[in-house]
């Protein structure tokens, strides 16, 4: 079973019932999957989750991932990376951005352009990233970047799902953008993963912590 450690505010709290248990597909290794909702149920899209072992773990791996900008926006709005993660920011609209981030845990700019820039961005420091574009004052997009090696971000269904994960203690680590301005700093809650059980896992975001 999983347990964890809750930690309950006016805005926020962790729901670390187990709400079921599902036949382990692997000795040694667990499914955990994260329904997250907002205070009235409803599922909650865009929530950054990622899983952090506290000994030893799953090594993270570089890749390379993309955020385009189409029809004056970003997509994916949110973005979940390990540390380490280049990003490539295509245009694929008609007219020129400038996209930027003032944030401590990446700040960047990519001055006017249409096309691909030559080179990614590499975030290299775990965090919230916010970003912007200069011209287009509507535009924001997100990126968090952990140092664990499961990330994830929550899909229509309010759903994130980890799979194969070995038996052990692990942080979870979450963030959620009606947060901005507020919390820039990934929320954290502690929890025990137990060999061979899968559990779904109910996380409840305010408007803040």
Known sequence: MIKLALQSSQFFRLCGALLGLLAAHAAGAADVRVKVVDPQGMPLEHAAVA??????????RSREVDIV?????????????????????????TVRHHVYS???????????????????????????VVMGCNIHD?????????????????DGEGSVR?????????????WHP???????????QRLQVAEGVAATLRLVIGERP
């Open 102 to 128: 003032f944030s401590p845990a990446k700040s960047f700019e990519l001055k006017l352009y249409i096309g691909t820039p030559a080179a990614p961005i590499v975030f290299d420091t775990p965090g919230v």
């Open 178 to 188: 009606r947060w901005v301005g507020a919390v820039n700093e990934l929320v954290r």
């Open 138 to 154: 509507t535009m924001v997009g997100y990126v968090v970047v952990s140092d664990a090696p499961w990330v994830g971000v929550s």
């Open 69 to 93: 900008q189409h029809e004056k926006r970003f997509l994916p709005l949110m973005t979940a990376v390990r540390t380490g993660t280049a990003v490539r920011f295509p245009n694929l609209d």
């Open 51 to 60: 899983l952090k072992p506290q000994a030893g773990g799953a090594p993270a």
């Open 162 to 174: 980890f799979e194969g994960i070995p038996a052990g203690e692990y942080e979870l680590e979450y």
